[in-house]
């Protein structure tokens, strides 16, 4: 899990972003087909009859997930922070990807800032999610039968150039290696996984 710092930068970030009096409503927005006052998750993990198929697929499971109830952490003033922003123009929200790969035992996760701020590279219903600390970034967007599409343009898995515990390098899920599109299947909420709050010091 990051550390408050890197938390802190994220929420940096995204306030440079989402530039205005105040960050946080007391309603969450709805993003296009995204509720953000909703806790939803969506998860794929890949068979070996799949991953037989795509000999370069390095990715063998991966989740998205959204928490509204869980507080993001506490500002310097002591509020606490939600996982989602408005300031009446734009919104953003703050998913987590999780991701495993074929090499390593370990689950790698990291946190995105998904945005309604429209785009010229976006089709009409895609989301835009980036990864702090210039991690990449990848859309979303949902089929009429529930599954989430994320399409990939590059992203790290493993947060501002800090190699999970472990591992000596950074994780990156990379288009080239058979990896440009992602089909998630939705979970019950009960079933989504949620984040520890980060302790601070």
């Known amino acids: 899990m990051k550390s408050l ?11 440079l972003l989402l530039a205005g009096p105040a960050l946080a409503s007391q309603t969450p927005p709805v993003i296009d087909f995204f509720d953000t006052g909703v806790t939803q998750c969506w998860e794929r993990t890949y068979d070996t009859a799949h991953l037989k198929e795509h000999p370069r697929q390095l990715v063998t499971a991966i989740s998205f997930t959204y928490f509204p109830t869980v507080p993001f952490m506490t500002d310097e003033q ?6 989602w922003f408005n300031d009446g123009q734009y919104s953003a929200f ?18 995105a800032i998904c945005t309604s701020a429209p785009a ?3 089709k009409p219903g895609q989301i835009h999610c980036g990864i702090e600390c210039d991690g990449g970034s990848f859309t979303i967007e949902v089929e009429p039968d529930g599954n989430l599409i994320l399409r990939n343009r590059g992203f790290a898995v493993t947060p501002c150039g800090e190699p999970a515990p472990g591992e000596e390098d950074v994780r990156l899920v990379r288009p080239e290696d058979d990896q440009k599109v992602f089909r998630l299947y939705p979970m019950e909420a009960d079933a989504c996984r949620l984040p520890e709050m980060p302790e601070e010091g």
Do not use: Q
């Not at 890197?6 to 929420?11: A, N, V």
């Not at 002591?78 to 996982?83: A, K």
């Open 78 to 83: 002591g509020e606490l922070l939600p996982y």
């Open 94 to 111: 703050n998913p987590m990807v999780r991701v495993r790969f074929r090499d390593s035992g370990h689950e790698f996760e990291n946190m």
């Open 120 to 122: 010229e590279d976006l």
């Open 5 to 15: 710092t890197t938390r802190k930068r994220l929420l940096s970030t995204l306030g």
